[in-house]
């Protein structure tokens, strides 16, 4: 029986998994949070049957603490 080589690891190339922030307000704005670095600053509103949005930059992911959030 021959061992065969393994293929390299690809998990260097595979990106952070986006960021999930958990908010209180149903509107919420996006920059990247990276300063100079970031991304142009988008408004985003969290639909009330998801909970969640996602920014269409960056991918980070706002749900909304229904607990403390107030009226949409």
Same mark, same amino acid.
């Given at each position: 029986?021959?061992?065969?080589?393994?293929?390299?690891?690809?998990?260097?190339?595979? #990106?952070?998994?986006?960021? +999930?922030?958990?908010?209180? =307000?149903?509107? &919420?704005? %996006?920059?990247?949070?990276?300063?100079?670095?970031?991304? #142009?600053?988008?408004?985003? +509103?969290?639909?009330?049957? =998801?909970?969640? &949005?996602? %920014?269409?930059?960056?991918?980070?992911?706002?749900?909304?603490?229904?607990?403390?959030?107030?009226?949409?």
């Amino acid at each position: 029986m021959t061992a065969t080589p393994h293929a390299a690891s690809t998990s260097s190339a595979v #990106p952070p998994a986006p960021e +999930t922030r958990v908010v209180t =307000t149903w509107k &919420v704005a %996006c920059d990247g949070g990276q300063g100079a670095l970031g991304h #142009p600053r988008v408004w985003l +509103t969290i639909p009330q049957d =998801t909970g969640f &949005v996602e %920014c269409p930059y960056c991918d980070a992911r706002y749900e909304i603490d229904r607990a403390a959030a107030s009226g949409h």
